[in-house]
Nanobody
Framework: QVQLAESGGGLVQPGGSLRLSCAAS????????MGWYRQAPGRQRELVAV???????GYGDSVKGRSTISRDNAKNTVYLQMNSLKPEDPAVYYC???????????WGQGTQVTVSS
């Protein structure tokens, strides 16, 4: 029903910035919640940022103040802008969506973010 494809991962210097994109296969107007999670080696998946269907946003404590999530409905795409990247930020970043009356969860395949000088 919904497929999410992330892009924009790569190697970023400490203190640098990146922009991740998540393109949905169809309309995302019916989403309840979309966002980004990440999972580093040896760690559990954690919240990065979320946006509701009404446009409210929330951020994980580890990225609060240096991340911005946004959505382009016309392009069925969600973006994550991250600034001031730190050595603890490297992880696979996954796009997430909770969709429809059944509150079905969907996950992208993930995009690798590496922080190194």
């Amino acid at each position: 029903q919904v497929q999410l494809a992330e892009s924009g991962g790569g190697l970023v210097q400490p203190g640098g910035s990146l922009r991740l994109s998540c393109a949905a296969s169809g309309s995302i107007f019916n989403f309840n919640l979309m966002g980004w999670y990440r999972q580093a080696p040896g760690r559990q998946r954690e919240l990065v940022a979320v946006i509701t269907g009404g446009g409210s946003t929330g951020y994980g404590d580890s990225v609060k103040g240096r991340s911005t999530i946004s959505r382009d409905n016309a392009k069925n795409t969600v973006y994550l802008q991250m600034n001031s990247l730190k050595p603890e930020d490297p992880a696979v970043y996954y796009c997430y969506a909770n969709v429809g009356l059944g509150h079905d969860d969907f996950w992208g395949q993930g995009t690798q973010v590496t922080v190194s000088s």
